[in-house]
Nanobody, 114 residues
C-alpha cells in the first residue's frame, strides 16, 4: 500500500484546510484509514480514523472541527479541518491499517498562524 498525502499549508486561525491522502496498491487489504499529527517537540498523536464500514472516530481535541471522509474512487481519504487553531500546527500523516501492519504516507505541514 502506498499513500500520498497533500493539502497542507499556512492558514490563519479560524480558517479551514482540507488534507487528502490517495491510496494505491493493495487497497483491498485496508481495514481503516487514519490521520495522525506531530507537532514540534511532541510525540505523534492520533487525530481521526475511518473504518471500511464507515465508522469514524476523533480525538477530543479536534472533535466537532475536523471531519474524516473517504471517496472510493479514486481511493482517497480526506481530513476537512475547520476552525483551525494555532495548536493544530503540526505535520499531518495519513495511515492505512491492514490486519498485518500499518502503512504511512509522507507528512504534510499544516501551520496555523494566530
Amino acid at each position: 500500500v502506498q499513500l500520498q498525502a497533500s493539502g497542507g499549508g499556512l492558514v490563519q486561525a479560524g480558517g479551514s484546510l482540507r488534507l487528502s491522502c490517495a491510496a494505491s496498491g493493495r487497497i483491498f487489504s485496508i481495514n481503516a484509514m487514519e490521520w495522525y499529527r506531530q507537532a514540534p517537540g511532541k510525540e505523534r498523536e492520533w487525530v481521526a480514523s475511518r473504518t471500511g464500514g464507515g465508522t469514524t472516530n476523533y480525538a477530543d481535541s479536534v472533535k466537532g472541527r475536523f471531519t474524516i471522509s473517504r471517496n472510493n474512487v479514486p481511493n482517497t481519504v480526506y481530513l476537512q479541518m475547520n476552525s483551525l487553531k494555532p495548536e493544530d500546527t503540526a505535520v499531518y500523516y495519513c495511515a492505512a491499517s491492514t490486519v498485518a501492519t500499518k502503512y504511512w504516507g509522507q507528512g504534510t505541514q499544516v501551520t496555523v498562524s494566530s
